[in-house]
């Protein structure tokens, strides 16, 4: 009896344990300020049925984390589907036939025509995991024309929260400042439709995808003020996905922006703003 009571924890010990994330930083739920562990948060993800992810597009480590997070969630329980910023509608026959191919290709970005606006060297460990799994990997961005017709004229946006003056004018200061102020003013408005627009088809693909569905995208398309949730509850889903958001040590992530945070290790900061320019200025 003793003997079978030790195996019995044994199995149950492994069903729980949770491999090593390939990379440090500190985990906090958002809810209570308290730190928590890497396997804790598995836990708590793998209880909700959707799950959105914000990046910082150029850290290596975030890339890695979910990787990682593909993979252990799908230890806890089967992963429904995946979702990326980086796909557009566009793409997704050449991912859907990949995925029925019995290797994947030796030039996968060739043939998911993976933009070269998204670097491959950082995306392609977690894309190349992605496709091997049997859960479907799914656009969930906007077509180029898609973009451009509404940068024309902006289709009016249904909802009280998305509208809200404060979320448009926190949009707004971030669209300025990622352009460094050197978009025109009369730019503004439409450049502002085209992100609530992509803010708004994440939503709609993510509850419209098998759950448990997971998303990757920008931290500003995952907050929970301005970005996806904020649509998700306007489009009158039940329930806001939940939002992890991976961030550099020093960014301030508060419990309005996201459920968790992870704080990675600072990386060298790069001057942008400079490249835009031009003129050599730092």
Known sequence: ???????????????????????GG??????????????????????????????????RDHHALQRWLLQVLADRRPQGSLLLEMLTPQ???RVDAVRQL??????????????????????????????????????????SADI????????AMSGT?????????????????????LLPESQMPAMLAVQQQRDRRMAERL?????????????????KDVGVPLHALDLSA??????LMLAEEGSDVTPAMADFVWYTPATPSQDYCAQMRGDGRQ
């Open 91 to 93: 793409q997704q026959p």
């Open 161 to 181: 929260r998305s509208n809200a003056a404060t979320v448009k004018e926190q949009l707004l200061g971030q669209i300025r400042e990622s352009h460094c102020g």
């Open 207 to 223: 509850f419209e995808a098998p759950a448990p569905a997971l998303l990757f995208a920008g931290a500003w398309h995952v907050r």
């Open 238 to 243: 039940r329930d806001a996905p939940v939002v």
């Open 26 to 59: 500190r985990i906090r739920d958002l809810h209570t300020g308290e730190s928590i562990t890497p396997r804790a948060l598995v836990g708590r993800l793998a209880q909700a049925p959707r799950v959105v992810v914000g990046e910082q597009h150029d850290n």
């Open 148 to 155: 451009q017709r509404i940068y024309r004229q902006a289709p």
């Open 102 to 143: 019995p290797a994947l290709p030796q030039d996968l970005p060739g043939a998911l025509d993976w933009s070269p606006g998204w670097d491959w060297h950082l995306y392609g460990p977690m894309v190349e995991f992605a496709l091997r799994q049997s859960y479907p990997v799914s656009s969930a961005n906007l077509d």
């Open 1 to 23: 009896m003793r003997l079978i009571l030790i195996l019995m924890l044994g199995v149950l010990a492994a069903c729980q344990s949770v491999a090593p994330p390939p990379v």
